[in-house]
Antibody, heavy 118, light 107 residues
Framework: EVQLVESGGGLVQPGGSLRLSCAAS????????MNWVRQAPGKGLEWVSY????????YYADSVKGRFTISRDNAKNSLYLQMNSLRAEDTAVYYC???????????WGQGTLVTVSS | DIQMTQSPSTLSASVGDRVTITCRAS??????LAWYQQKPGKAPKLLIY???SLESGVPSRFSGSGSGTEFTLTISSLQPDDFATYYC?????????FGPGTKVDIK
């Protein structure tokens, strides 16, 4: 079964840091592009970051550029999101999602909640 | 960046109704559009890709159409399991922007 499982969320103070992880299983992780998408409480979906299968190409949303870093370890079938200088507006459920071969994101993980508050 | 809009923002319908949701892009995205269904507390689920291709396992009452800047998602006969929020997403170019969502609730 193709599966993505996020971890690492929690409560952090403004200006703090957090590292999210996404463990992949059931498919050849090294062959797929991956993404992070977030959803603030009661709000819509916001794409956050993309990484190519080899890790050589990376994109960020303007809202996180310079503060967040996406990375992957294909040997460990894992995707990461290092989040620094966190702000209240970064509070959201963070999902990892695979770029489907034919387009769109599929599957998605169950999400991990990040709360930025003092 | 490409901006995505959806209409309506909320739709009240009954079981058995035909439902149509519209998504518009601020510039042409060819057919590089996906539709997702999301239920409260759950991750989004891919329904349609490349504007009109049905994802495996998705009921055939869901269909998508359009190209360029205007797209529609149609549910031919609304079922109880279909009450949810629906999002479109363009994947023509990064950032892969989502529409604001359309909530389908019970009339």
């Amino acid at each position: 079964e193709v599966q993505l499982v996020e971890s690492g969320g929690g409560l952090v103070q403004p200006g703090g840091s957090l590292r999210l992880s996404c463990a992949a299983s059931g498919f050849t992780f090294s062959s797929y592009e991956m993404n992070w998408v977030r959803q603030a409480p009661g709000k819509g979906l916001e794409w956050v970051s993309y990484i190519s299968s080899s890790g050589s190409t990376i994109y960020y949303a303007d809202s996180v550029k310079g503060r967040f870093t996406i990375s992957r370890d294909n040997a460990k079938n894992s995707l990461y999101l290092q989040m620094n200088s966190l702000r209240a507006e970064d509070t959201a459920v963070y999902y990892c999602a695979r770029t489907a071969a034919a387009g769109g994101f599929d599957p998605w993980g169950q999400g991990t909640l990040v709360t930025v508050s003092s | 960046d490409i901006q995505m809009t959806q209409s309506p923002s909320t739709l009240s319908a009954s079981v058995g109704d035909r439902v149509t949701i519209t998504c518009r892009a601020s510039q042409s995205i060819s057919s590089w559009l996906a539709w997702y269904q999301q239920k409260p507390g759950k991750a989004p689920k891919l329904l349609i890709y490349k504007a009109s291709s049905l994802e495996s396992g998705v009921p055939s009452r869901f269909s998508g159409s359009g190209s360029g800047t205007e797209f529609t998602l149609t549910i031919s006969s609304l079922q109880p399991d279909d009450f949810a929020t629906y999002y479109c997403q363009q994947y023509n170019s990064y950032p892969f922007t989502f529409g604001p969502g359309t909530k389908v609730d019970i009339k």
